[in-house]
């Protein structure tokens, strides 16, 4: 019972960090975009390496007690699949709504310029306010979907390894800091309200929780509460690293360019893979 109060806690967290990033965005003198860069880089890092060197290879191992040399073909197709699956959740999206397309520093830097502390946004005029209000609510259902996944990733990850369930949820957190910033930032030039913004920041990162809920009534449903079977723990994982994989190379590293200057992205990316490894060393 413990595990599963710690596996749920990490991913309530990691989805918390969505209203990070609205504080960022609306009480800080100014929004460190840099900073924005490097951390999300580090979080694409953190996944990428370990994808590829602890959860595909505890996939492939776990498969290969069961199905022997056949679980390398079914870890591999595991892979892709987990690939394919957000993949077909990133189409379904329309693009404008899409959270993997970054705000640029100069639809934001302007918030605190024009906005003190304390005073409304100005006004846009009706027709500019639905839009921008229509375009902070589809963002934050675009990332609450996006969320769902992850949740589970983080919560199943912790209940199987509470180390790399930390980790995981870490990585998970940085990147939903500039989600957050892309939900409050349009709601409260529509609205004039930064609480209103807060809220549905934050509540786009709830759904990481619902998909830990989704993830335990399964395993009560399926297992009756039991353990999973190294069959089921390996293509859990496999598909989770597929996943992770597609977030990193379609989402982050994207967003990190986006935020960052020079070599930002990278001095992040492989602080974060350095980090991971050794991590996983002292271990």
Sequence with gaps: MN?????????????????????????????????????????????????????????????????GARGEWMNTAFFFAGMALIGIIDYLIPEEENPHEARTQEETSHLHRDCPRGEVAPPLGEAGEKKLMRTGVFTALAIAIHNFPEGLVTFLAALQNPNLGIVIAVAVALHNIPEGISVSVPIFYATGDRTKAFFYSLLSGMAEPVGALVAYGLIRLVLGGGEFSPAVTGALFTTVAGIMVYISLDELLPLSRAYGKGHDSLIGLVAGMAVMALSLLMM
Excluded at 11 to 39: C, E, K, P, Q, Y
């Design 3 to 67: 595990g599963l109060f710690f596996a749920f806690g990490l991913t309530l967290l990691a989805g918390m960090a969505t209203g990070i990033g609205s504080a960022i965005a609306f009480f800080a003198d100014r929004t460190n975009f840099r900073f924005l860069s490097v951390s999300t880089g580090f979080s694409a890092g953190v996944m990428l390496y370990v994808s590829f060197v602890e959860i595909f290879m505890e996939g492939g191992r776990s498969l290969g007690t069961v199905f």
